[in-house]
């Protein structure tokens, strides 16, 4: 069975730019998650859908950070304008449903100069 | 204060040693508890789940929960070389509540 699969693995950008992360869960699983892990921290949840609907995203800034999950599959997470404090680990996961083990992806390194 | 505490280690142990890991809590209304390891460059992955009090084993590892203390514990019996990674503890509410995470333990076991 594949993972969740991200992309890019690893981002740099400078301050003010604009960054776009792609998840695509595993097969079948309705439940998808995206969590930022600053150096030396656990992840946070920044925001979790059920199927293409926002369950949770009480923690994203959403003045920056956008995400969205057509069709139910796959996400991208966005983030415009980016800050220094945005670097850090953006990690995808994805279960069978709300309370199932979390599977998650190898993340996305972004480092803001 | 965090929700969930966790020393960041590094925790330096000889192959064979027996590991502990802990993490305090303060939210008595934590039922679900979980420790994840995370590889170098890698994402969290499930090792052991536990629903409210009470002790879990899984061949090497051994899960304690102990809700009057608000704190959890994580055994690794005859470490390896190969746990050497990140130790992350995890909790939440009820069974579809978001996961509150610890910021994670470093374990190096040394051949």
């Known amino acids: 069975e594949a993972g969740v699969a991200q992309s890019p693995r690893y981002k740099i950008i400078e301050k003010r730019q604009s960054v776009a992360f792609w998840c695509n869960p595993i097969s079948g699983h309705a439940t998808l998650y995206w969590y930022q892990q600053i150096l030396g921290q656990g992840p946070k949840l920044l925001i979790q859908?059920?199927?293409?609907?926002?369950?949770?995203d009480s923690q994203l800034p959403k003045d920056r950070f956008s995400a969205e999950r057509l069709k139910g599959v796959d996400s991208t997470l966005k983030i415009q304008p980016a800050k220094l404090e945005d670097s850090a680990v953006y990690l995808c996961?994805?279960?069978?449903?709300?309370?199932?083990?979390?599977?998650f992806g190898p993340g996305t390194r972004l480092t803001v100069t | 204060q965090k929700e969930v505490e966790q020393d960041p280690g590094p925790l330096s142990v000889p192959e064979g040693a027996i590991v502990s890991l802990n993490c305090t809590y303060s939210?008595?209304?934590?039922?679900?508890f979980m420790w994840y390891r995370q590889y170098s460059r890698k994402g969290p992955e499930l090792l052991m789940y536990?629903?409210?009090?009470g002790n879990k084993e899984d061949g090497r590892f051994t899960a304690q929960v102990d809700k009057s203390s608000k704190y959890i514990s994580l055994f690794i019996r005859d470490s390896q070389p190969s746990d050497s990674a990140t130790y992350l503890c995890?909790?939440?509410?009820?069974?579809?509540?978001?996961?509150?995470f610890g910021s994670g333990t470093r374990l190096l076991v040394r051949p």
């Open positions: 995890a909790m939440k509410v009820d069974s579809s509540y978001k996961l509150i």
């Open positions: 996961a994805s279960s069978p449903g709300p309370g199932y083990e979390q599977y």
């Open positions: 536990t629903y409210s009090s």
């Open positions: 939210n008595s209304a934590f039922q679900y």
């Open positions: 859908f059920q199927n293409n609907g926002v369950v949770d």
